[in-house]
């Protein structure tokens, strides 16, 4: 049999890796996708996204049934949480996507290859080698023209630390078998706050340490604000400005002692999640035998995803200086197959990212704060819309929040949306379509929105930006 040349070898199966396959297959590339796991879809699918959001939805559920008498059901004022089926209920979600996966694989033409995937060194007459090691030790070789590098990432621990039943990363909090009834998060990121929001939910005692000033720090200083008056009101504690010292186990859990408003304090807790930041997994995937320099582990590319060793692209939370986000893998995946395969394609904006956070309230933002706006040198313009005075909000009961566009003062271009407030996630998606298509103020303040709907708060804001609101 003749050897099987790639035309395309990807490491790593998240959404990085498995959008460019599919991406590859779409396009007619001969492709191999390698996993080390049992099972497709990465950090994002198995102990993410996915699994988190799964969470979050039933979180919310539980907090309107609180309301359940105000919104007129009566008959479930003995209501009770089954945990089990909480969580069976996201096993589901993961397994039903899972195999999704393995369904567009071979529907797409892509070859899955098992196992642990190295790079050998740089081409040998425009291929290259893929070391692909499987469970028992053994190694095949795989040829390849273009290499694909997908291998994400894992939490970053603090004071080596190593987790357990009562340590815990994103991993083993997803898999706990009761609700704690107290939990200190270390990190007041997206996956910080979106724990907490869950568990306090559940009226687990959450206390959050954050090193910086304020939560959610790469965030708009307004949606911070915002959101620490919301965690305060739903009894979330935390510390701002705090350095953990000292984590120890006790006979019942953990204490951590920290500082914070000038004071050494010490808190116990049965739990202790850690979350702060991801390190990318670079380590033993073969770069010291080609061009690649990582820095801190981050692999540099061009906009093509392309990195120093010719042929071989890396895309997804390994990427330096683009945000560990799921959609941003995605992307930089489509965007280096549809270079390799040689179509036209269009590197990624990085001002046009969103973030969405899916804690309660929900935070989703897109492009320059108000203070990056100024440091850059704009003259700003802000239009800020609450949703206190949406009306659609009234109907689902939720008027935390607000929509804030930061526009150039000069041309009105939009520089950056922040949303906090009801479905701010999804309410993004427009912000960013306005940004791509270099949109200005004025061209929102004369797009029709629904009525009654959320979207709405955004037309209201960007009316804002020229003092006109209609509703406020
Ligand atoms: C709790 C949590 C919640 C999150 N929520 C969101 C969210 O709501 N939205 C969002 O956009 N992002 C979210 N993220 C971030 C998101 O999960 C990551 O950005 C995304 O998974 C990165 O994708 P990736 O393809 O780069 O890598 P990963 O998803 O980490 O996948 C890498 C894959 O490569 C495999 N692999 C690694 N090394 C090798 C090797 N040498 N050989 C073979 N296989 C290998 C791994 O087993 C894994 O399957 C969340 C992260 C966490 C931890």
């Not at 393995?102 to 060194?121: A, D, Q, S, W």
């Not at 380590?283 to 692999?299: S, Y």
Request: aromatic share 6%.
């Amino acid at each position: 049999m003749p050897e099987t040349i790639y035309d395309l070898a990807i490491i790593g199966s998240g959404p990085g890796g498995y959008t460019a396959a599919i991406r590859a297959g779409q396009l007619g590339l001969k492709t191999a996708l390698i996993e080390k796991d049992n099972v497709l879809g990465g950090t994002c699918l198995h102990v993410g996204c996915i699994p988190t959001k799964a969470l979050l939805f039933n979180a919310e559920i539980w907090d309107h049934l609180k309301d359940a008498k105000e919104l007129g059901i009566e008959g479930i004022d003995a209501r009770k949480l089954n945990w089990a089926a909480v969580q069976e209920r996201k096993t589901k979600i993961v397994v039903k996507h899972t195999k999704g996966l393995e369904f567009l694989m071979r529907k797409n033409k892509v070859e899955t290859l098992r196992g642990y995937g190295r790079l050998t060194g740089p081409a040998v007459q425009g291929v290259h080698t893929v070391e692909l090691q499987d469970a028992a030790g053994r190694v095949t070789l795989v040829k390849t023209k273009n290499v694909i590098l997908a291998t994400g990432s894992e939490a970053r621990m603090i004071f080596g630390l190593t987790p357990d039943a009562k340590i815990l990363t994103n991993i083993e909090i997803l898999d706990l078998n009761e609700i704690p009834k107290s939990l200190v998060i270390v990190g007041a990121g997206a996956v910080g706050v979106e724990f907490a929001s869950i568990f306090r939910s559940f009226d687990t005692e959450v206390t959050i340490l954050e090193m910086l000033p304020r939560l959610v720090p790469v965030e708009d200083e307004e949606v911070s604000k915002e959101l620490a008056r919301v965690f305060r009101k739903r009894g979330i504690n935390f510390h701002t400005s705090a350095t953990v010292e000292k984590v120890e186990r006790t006979g019942s859990g953990i204490a951590v002692t920290f500082t914070a408003d000038g004071k050494q304090q010490k808190i116990e807790a049965e739990k202790i999640l850690i979350a702060v930041g991801r390190k990318p997994r670079t380590e033993d995937v073969g770069l010291g035998k080609t061009k690649i320099k990582p820095d801190r582990g981050f692999i540099k590319t061009d906009g093509w995803m392309q990195t120093a060793e010719p042929g071989v692209y890396a895309i997804g939370d390994i990427v330096l200086g683009t945000p560990q986000l799921a959609h941003v893998g995605a992307m930089q995946g489509i965007v280096a197959v549809t270079r390799i395969a040689g179509k036209p394609g269009k590197p990624i904006n990085p001002e046009h990212i969103p973030g969405a956070t899916y804690c309660h309230p929900e935070i989703g933002s897109v492009g320059l704060t108000e203070a990056k706006a100024k440091e850059a040198g704009y003259q700003v313009k802000i239009g800020k819309f609450p949703f206190m005075a949406n009306s659609r909000a009234s109907i689902v009961g939720q008027h935390e929040g607000f929509i804030k566009i930061v526009a150039d003062a000069e041309h009105g271009q939009i520089l950056g949306v922040h949303i906090i407030g009801p479905q701010a996630t999804e309410l993004i998606a427009e912000a960013v379509v306005a940004m791509e298509l270099e949109a200005t103020a004025e061209d929102l303040v004369w797009t029709i929105h629904a009525h009654p709907t959320l979207a709405e708060a955004m037309l209201d804001a960007a009316n804002s930006v020229f003092g006109m609101a209609i509703n406020a």
